[in-house]
């Protein structure tokens, strides 16, 4: 058996994408996914890229090269219309940002260095940010397979809206205030079976699954 590991702290992230791999037993028999408490390793990976896609193998090539591992990273980002799709790669830290991000998009060495705020500071700012304006926006996910030395893209994405207020407590990060288009709760409202069928980041773990499931 060979095992992934998967290059982040969040428990709940950690615990959402074994739950995917979990209703796939015979993929399960070829892969085990840990966490990097397996690695015994606690310290902050660096995530100073400006996309997605670059945070992703980022945070995959620093725990292939420390540690030898076949390992695989994901980043997220909360892509709003009427924000110009911001805060996208800056979401977690989206309360950090200057005052103009929302024109910019940029974000300030001193924002970069601060420590992350909470989600909710993050979802504060949001709804401050979009009162009177449109409220359609999409999650998206990249994940960063290093496999073999072979490096490998996958990406999910779900399309709905920003609610006025916090719905549910299920889930983590923006959840309570995304509601996927077709569904009338929140990602916090949903539990973990319904959220994976359609979330972002289980279609991008879909299709890595699909890959792995191939080989």
Avoid: W
């Amino acid at each position: 058996m060979k095992t992934l590991y998967l290059a982040t702290h969040n428990r709940h992230k950690k615990e959402e994408i074994q739950n995917i791999f979990g209703q796939h037993p015979i993929l399960n028999q070829a892969f085990r996914i840990e966490g990097l408490d397996a690695l015994d390793f606690h310290e902050e990976i660096p995530e100073t890229a400006d996309s997605l896609e670059g945070n992703a193998l980022q945070k995959a090539q620093y725990i292939h090269q420390k540690f030898n591992v076949d390992c695989f990273a994901d980043d997220t980002g909360l892509e709003v219309s009427a924000l110009d799709n911001r805060p996208g790669v800056f979401s977690a830290r989206y309360a950090n940002m200057p005052d103009n991000f929302e024109e910019t998009g940029l974000a300030s060495p001193e924002s970069l260095q601060m420590p992350d705020p909470t989600f909710d500071q993050n979802i504060d700012r949001l709804l401050f940010k979009l009162q009177n304006k449109p409220r359609q926006a999409r999650f998206r996910s990249v994940i960063c397979l290093i496999l073999n030395e072979e490096t490998y893209y996958f990406e999910g994405s779900v399309n709905g809206i920003i609610l006025n207020e916090r719905h549910g407590n299920q889930g983590f990060g923006y959840d309570p205030v995304f509601q996927p288009n077709g569904f009338e709760k929140s990602f916090a409202e949903l539990n973990v079976e319904e959220k994976n069928a359609i979330s972002h980041r289980g279609k991008a773990i879909q299709a890595l699954i699909s890959f792995l499931e191939k080989r």
